[in-house]
């Protein structure tokens, strides 16, 4: 299963090959302008807000350019569930591959903040549960949502989406509400910051894929 599974996630990477010159740049500009803008507020803990915005925008971005493209060749779709991949297999590669994106902006993120913390912002592990539990939920809605419907009608819930989170981020961007958010942040033990968020996102994640074999395997092509 492994094999074909990585053949799966290649070919998700191959249909996006072209956007990634974009995505190494959003992944570099995002950070470094959410940093300078909330630095001389919030200091350092400005790094938490850098790497959620670029890692929402690199998971957005790069999801919809290949739904996108999907969309486009629907018969490619067809074609790929006639042969030794099964529906089954093509679902979870696309969960595997969002997965991935993720890790990429994490990766890439605590790489630019250990090089460089003063124009990043500080990297701490306990970032990671937050970030990785909103993308479960976001995908973990709009993933079935797109096998039940199309692409053509859940891309105005990406599109919705990055007007959204701007605008909320910059509601929580004053000082008093962003040391309210980190003494009940404070409140929680180091462990659980990380472990609960984490648990939570793979119960949905899984709840999500179930959710969406089902979806597909009924679905015409």
Not at 5 to 32: C, D, G, N, Q, R
Not at 78 to 99: D, E, G, H, M, N
Not at 143 to 153: A, V
Request: glycine letters at 4%; proline letters at 5%.
């Amino acid at each position: 299963m492994l094999k074909p599974l990585f053949h799966l996630v290649k070919k998700e990477f191959l249909l996006v090959k072209s956007y990634l010159p974009a995505i190494i740049l959003i992944t570099i500009a995002i950070p470094l302008f959410i940093n300078a803008q909330l630095s001389p507020i919030i200091g350092k803990n400005s790094g938490a807000w850098a790497y959620c915005l670029e890692t929402i925008f690199v998971q957005f971005i790069i999801s919809s350019s290949a739904s996108l493209i999907e969309a486009k060749y629907p018969k490619a779709q067809a074609l790929l569930s006639a042969t030794p991949y099964t529906r089954k297999l093509l679902v979870v590669a696309k969960y595997s591959f969002i997965l991935m994106m993720f890790l990429y902006s994490t990766l890439m993120f605590a790489i630019f903040s250990i090089l460089s913390p003063k124009y990043f912002g500080d990297f701490h592990v306990s970032m990671i549960g937050p970030v990785f539990l909103f993308v479960c939920i976001f995908f973990g809605i709009v993933t079935p949502l797109e096998y039940k419907i199309g692409y053509e009608k859940t891309k105005y819930v990406y599109t919705l989406a990055l007007v959204i989170i701007p605008f909320i981020v910059s509601r929580f961007s004053t000082l008093s509400d962003l040391i309210r958010i980190k003494r009940l942040i404070e409140n929680i033990p180091v462990s659980l910051q990380f472990i609960l968020p984490i648990l939570l996102a793979c119960f949905i994640g899984l709840v999500s894929i179930i959710t969406s074999i089902r979806i597909y395997s009924k679905k015409e092509l």
